[in-house]
């Protein structure tokens, strides 16, 4: 029975601490945003086919893409520079602010 | 006169690239039918690792037609998404993508 209330506990406590770290703040990933502007638009809309819209994407989406990037499993020269100072949180934030804009939607059936 | 002549020539070429470089919506709406089993379904989830299947609607196409090439090379690697890209045309990618463009407006 101990041994069952402890796996309980800690399920819920590492269900509890993902959901916060997927949460993301929104104004601090503003804050980091300032690099991104420049080609993604300021808000996440882009002016130009080479960049993609990134307003409205799901924030887990972009975390997973920009770790890619990161690691290299994506190999795109500009985007490995602009995330290798960011940490996972500062990926985290900066999707949530993304997602928050309007922009890209769920294609229509 | 032969300065008009070449004027007209670059011209001619400049509108055949556009041609050549805007898909057709109407077109890809068919020939993207098999994207939407993903794409077109509200915050699907890709299995393991679990994350949502990106939005495309709005998306810019020249953007879509270079992720859809990347994925046919293997430069980005997906095995599904492999799988749909790897018997696409170039034209069939612009048609897809210019009906992924205009679906978000």
Excluded: W
């Amino acid at each position: 029975m101990k041994q069952l209330i402890k796996m309980v506990f800690a399920v819920v406590l590492i269900a509890a601490s993902t959901s916060v770290l997927a949460v993301g703040d929104i104004e601090a990933g503003k804050q980091k945003s300032t690099a991104c502007a420049a080609c993604h638009g300021v808000y996440g809309v882009s002016a130009s086919a080479m960049f993609p819209t990134i307003a409205g994407q799901h924030a887990d989406y972009m975390v997973k893409a920009l770790k890619a990037y990161k690691s290299g499993e994506r190999n795109n020269p500009i985007m490995q520079g602009s995330v290798a100072g960011l940490s996972d949180e500062d990926m985290v934030n900066l999707a949530a602010y993304f997602a928050s804009q309007a922009g890209l939607k769920t294609l229509k059936k | 006169m032969k300065r008009l002549l070449a004027g007209v020539l670059v011209l001619g070429m400049a509108f055949s690239v556009t041609a050549n470089a805007a898909g057709d919506a109407a077109l890809g709406a068919i020939k993207g039918q098999t994207c939407l089993g993903c794409h077109g379904v509200k915050n699907y989830n890709n299995a393991y690792p679990t994350y949502h299947v990106p939005k495309l609607a709005g998306q810019h196409a020249g953007y879509l037609v270079a992720a859809m090439k990347a994925y046919k090379v293997g430069a980005r690697t997906h095995a599904t998404m492999y799988g749909n890209v790897v018997d696409l045309s170039e034209q069939d990618m612009q048609d897809i993508a210019a009906y992924f463009e205009q679906d978000g407006k």
